[in-house]
């Protein structure tokens, strides 16, 4: 079974800190995504990466970086955490089927911003 | 962007009854997935229907899809309480697009 793990369940930071989300997967998957959830506006797709070293932009990518220097690692940088970006933040990742196929989940981080 | 829409936003059943979600969308797919979320989880991937095809069955589930509607449906049978949980479909568009977009989710209860 894939695995899909991120490093914390619940993180709480304050404003103006910087905060690094991570996600690692065991399947050898090329993509891998991070999502924020929120009531009301479903899932958004912040940043995506398709290889190492590798990203491109999502819907949201303002106020957001990412880092793949190893295939299994996708991180979501926060470089200065805002209460704005208080979310649960979901990563996901998918193996190469032209884009086609199923994203496998994480347990997601719920960030609060104070 | 949000391209598939979930109706109803909420649902509430009794054991044992159907459950049927309904999602719209609104380009060209390549296919449609649907998703189940347990509270405060993440996403598990439930099914995927391909555009050139109209029906497909997984145990209790059942979707459909109608690309000249732009719609799709799940529909659970027999539901249990452990079906209890969000739905989400998501869309992948034609032309090599590698995201997937996803609508905002059914909320299903189901009482025991």
Known sequence: DVKVTQSSRYLVKRTGEKVFLECVQDMDHENMFWYRQDPGLGLRL???SYDVKMKEKGDIPEGYSVSREKKERFSLILESASTNQTSMYLCA???RTGGYGTQYFGPGTRLLVL | SQQGEEDPQALSIQEGENATMNCSYKTSINNL????????????????????????HSGRLRVTLDTSKKSSSLLITASRAADTASYFCA???????????????????VNP
């Not at chain 2, 869309?91 to 209860?109: I, N």
């Open chain 1, 46 to 48: 912040i940043y995506f």
């Open chain 1, 93 to 95: 990742s998918r193996g």
């Open chain 2, 33 to 56: 997935q649907w998703y189940r979320q347990n509270s405060g989880r993440g996403l598990v991937h439930l099914i995927l229907i391909r555009s050139n095809e109209r029906e497909k």
């Open chain 2, 91 to 109: 869309t992948v568009a034609t032309g090599g697009s590698e995201k997937l977009v996803f609508g905002k989710g059914t909320k299903l209860t």
